[in-house]
């Protein structure tokens, strides 16, 4: 079975480029969040941010000498993902309705929002992928990841864990102006524990696309986590509130890593990454 080409993407414009992005990412989102009011953007300022991310990451990519329609994959490839994503949340549905039926306490038969309301999900779950998961995920996987790991200066799976790590930590401290200026948290357990579940989920998306190279597959993930379709009731409290999100990555990674090990890098599911060299087994 062929393994992908995990080295590094050949980003060859320096720290400076990468660097400058993030901050002003950081910047103009602080600023949103300041002229915010009651805790989260209106409809037409998250669509601005989503074009913003869009085009601030596609602004990179020309400055570094990179074409973004390459690190887009086919429209095949989404009709695959969709698929592939949708089998998982129905396996994990199918989960929860045993856990419900046997009595496991935090789970009911009850039927969910989400099937109760399917219209207005779909409405919120379109919203999330095309405003705020492609746009996040183009940024910090598809540009932020690959100029990290060329920093390392390496063409390995060291290189590609440095990137995976370095951006799954950037993707979490991202989220810190919309809790201090628009939710209005303070320092805290909760934010510890919120920036830990989010590192935990820019490490799960990172390795879904340093597996699978295929942005549109992170972007799903991305949204369904935001808007999870849960067609029974799931109650939780306590432990088991803080350990489902883990458990629901593990399970994200997991079933990626499997399908990839069935099926190697070939078909539309999984691509090459872009701009890679041959592998190294350091």
């Known amino acids: 079975m062929s393994r992908p080409d995990i080295g590094p993407q050949s980003f060859d414009g320096g720290p400076l480029i990468p660097v400058a992005t993030y901050v002003l990412t950081v910047l103009v989102l602080s600023a949103l969040a300041l002229v915010s009011t009651g805790g989260s953007p209106s409809p037409l300022a998250g669509i601005a941010w989503g074009v913003f991310l869009v085009?601030?990451?596609?602004?990179?990519?020309?400055?570094?000498?990179?074409?973004?329609?390459?690190?887009?994959?086919?429209?095949?490839?989404?009709?695959?993902?969709?698929?592939?994503?949708?089998?998982?949340?129905?396996?994990?549905?199918?989960?929860?309705?045993?856990?419900?039926?046997?009595?496991?306490?935090?789970?009911?038969?009850?039927?969910?929002?989400?099937?109760?309301?399917?219209?207005?999900?779909?409405?919120?779950?379109?919203?999330?992928?095309?405003?705020?998961?492609?746009?996040?995920?183009?940024?910090?996987?598809?540009?932020?990841?690959?100029?990290?790991?060329?920093?390392?200066?390496?063409?390995?799976?060291?290189?590609?864990?440095?990137?995976?790590?370095?951006?799954?930590?950037?993707?979490?401290?991202?989220?810190?102006?919309?809790?201090?200026?628009?939710?209005?948290?303070?320092?805290?357990?909760?934010?510890?524990?919120?920036?830990?579940?989010?590192?935990?989920?820019?490490?799960?998306?990172?390795?879904?696309?340093?597996?699978?190279?295929?942005?549109w597959l992170v972007a799903l993930f991305h949204a369904t986590m935001n808007q999870p379709p849960f067609l029974v009731t799931v109650h939780t409290e306590g432990p088991v509130h803080f350990l489902l999100p883990f458990v629901e990555y593990t399970a994200i990674v997991g079933a990626v890593f499997v399908l990839y090990r069935l099926t190697g890098t070939e078909g539309p599911l999984f691509s090459r990454p872009r701009f890679a060299s041959a592998p190294s087994d350091d």
């Open 55 to 215: 085009g601030l990451a596609v602004g990179a990519f020309l400055v570094e000498g990179i074409e973004p329609r390459s690190v887009v994959p086919s429209v095949r490839s989404l009709g695959v993902a969709l698929a592939a994503v949708a089998a998982l949340w129905a396996l994990y549905n199918a989960v929860a309705s045993v856990l419900a039926i046997g009595g496991v306490p935090g789970f009911s038969a009850g039927a969910s929002r989400v099937a109760a309301h399917p219209l207005l999900y779909l409405a919120a779950f379109g919203s999330s992928l095309l405003f705020t998961a492609i746009p996040e995920e183009l940024l910090f996987r598809g540009y932020l990841q690959g100029s990290v790991a060329s920093l390392v200066g390496e063409r390995s799976r060291r290189a590609t864990a440095v990137g995976i790590s370095v951006v799954a930590v950037l993707f979490a401290l991202f989220h810190l102006p919309r809790w201090f200026l628009m939710s209005g948290h303070g320092v805290g357990a909760d934010l510890a524990i919120r920036l830990l579940g989010l590192t935990a989920a820019g490490l799960a998306f990172g390795l879904v696309y340093a597996l699978s190279g295929n942005l």
